[in-house]
């Protein structure tokens, strides 16, 4: 198969011929029909152990399936999103974003058992299984975990687009209507206009929030934020911006979402809190920042929250959202370009000059 393997730390992602392993007795073939492009794969490509295969947004139909998979067939269509153990605590109790083994299952560019499920011709091993899928390939190995089965009668062209609801759109969204809970008639300041924040910004419009504020440096961003139902927009480079935003919701924000891991970002999204506010955390900084706060803003009931995929169950949240799409009340298409595969480099290249909110490649 066609993969696009990153060769060295920060490298480009090159398109080369691979061998993939046929599927095990618990593993799921899927042929690639889109993936998302994410700044998940961006960040960890800056530090990767190479050579890798990254993607993590797949889309496509399932070519085959191991002796002792159920529930799923060829020919059925998918999105792939994070994996997850179902073993431990955490999953056995609804929460398999918070799954004990989500670095090493997610991360490590291996399969549970330390083994590659990728190599060139020659056998070197290549890393994959990133996030239980390595999906910037023509083929995919999954696991049960990860998949999320569509109808059967999903076009093809809309297929094309769900991939990034396996991650980001899911992590945005998901932060709003699952993680905070936000509730009708509140009040919202979302940090970041990229694909998440603007994912987060439909699930505030979705949730009857009457007051969504959007923050960002990009000036195109913002204008788009409010043609997809933001009431106002502030330039995160004025220098009063939390005096803003607390103008704006006329005290403070009930809600707050901060998708980039800019701490000085982080320190906005709690200081415009309202009473009782809460503030969840996205956007992931460097291992080792920190976060400085005033002891005294923190009081009277603020809460601060970290969120992982928008604390979704997959195969129960990205069906609720396509279905918001289908009625019209999620249009994240708005905000998607597609690339053809070969192009990947350019895709990567546009996702992070902020050209393009979010990318897809196409098979």
């Known amino acids: ?26 593993e799921v073939l ?11 794969d961006l960040s960890v490509r800056n530090g990767v152990q190479a050579p890798q295969v990254l993607g993590h947004e797949g889309a496509g139909i399932i070519e085959a399936v191991g002796e002792d998979v159920r529930g ?23 929460t398999p974003a918070h799954c004990r083994g989500f670095i090493p299952l997610n991360m490590f560019g ?13 056998g070197q091993k290549i890393g994959g299984n990133f996030f239980g899928q390595s999906s910037f390939a023509e083929y995919s190995l999954a696991g049960p975990r ?9 076009p093809i062209e809309l297929l094309r687009l769900l991939g990034p609801l396996g991650c980001g759109i899911q992590t945005g969204a998901g932060g709003v209507l699952n993680s905070l809970n936000a509730r009708a008639g509140s009040s919202i300041a979302i940090f970041g206009a990229g694909g998440v924040g603007l994912s987060a910004l439909l699930a505030a419009v979705v949730s009857g929030c009457t007051t969504i504020v959007v923050c960002d440096v990009n000036q195109s961003r913002l204008e788009l934020a409010l043609g997809l139902g933001a009431t106002h927009v502030v ?17 403070g924000a009930d809600y707050s979402v901060e998708t980039s891991g800019n701490m000085t970002a982080v320190r906005n999204a709690v200081d415009v809190l309202d009473v009782g506010g809460t503030a969840g955390l996205i956007g992931l900084g460097r291992p080792g920042s920190e976060i400085i706060l005033d002891h005294s803003v923190m009081g009277f009931g603020r809460r601060l929250v970290g969120i992982v995929e928008g604390d979704a169950v997959s195969q129960k949240f990205i069906p609720e959202l396509i279905a918001l799409h289908q009625a019209g009340r999620f249009p994240f298409e708005r905000f998607v370009e597609l690339y053809p595969f070969d192009k990947i480099q350019q895709a990567v290249e546009d996702s992070a000059a902020g050209r393009t909110v979010k990318a897809i490649v196409t098979f």
């Open 110 to 122: 291996t399969r549970p058992d330390g083994s590659r499920s990728i190599r060139r011709e020659d």
């Open 1 to 26: 198969m066609k993969a696009a393997v990153v060769n060295q730390a920060g490298g480009d992602f090159e398109l080369e011929d691979v061998m993939l392993d046929e599927p095990r007795a618990d």
């Open 72 to 94: 799923l067939a060829p020919g059925d269509k998918v999105i792939m999103s994070f994996a997850s153990c179902g073993d431990c605590d955490k999953c056995f109790t609804g």
């Open 146 to 154: 990860n998949i999320v089965k569509l109808p059967d009668n999903t």
């Open 235 to 251: 330039d995160a480079r004025a220098a009063d911006v939390r005096q803003q935003i607390i103008d704006i919701t006329e005290g």
């Open 30 to 40: 899927v042929k690639l029909v889109a993936t998302g492009v994410c700044h998940t």
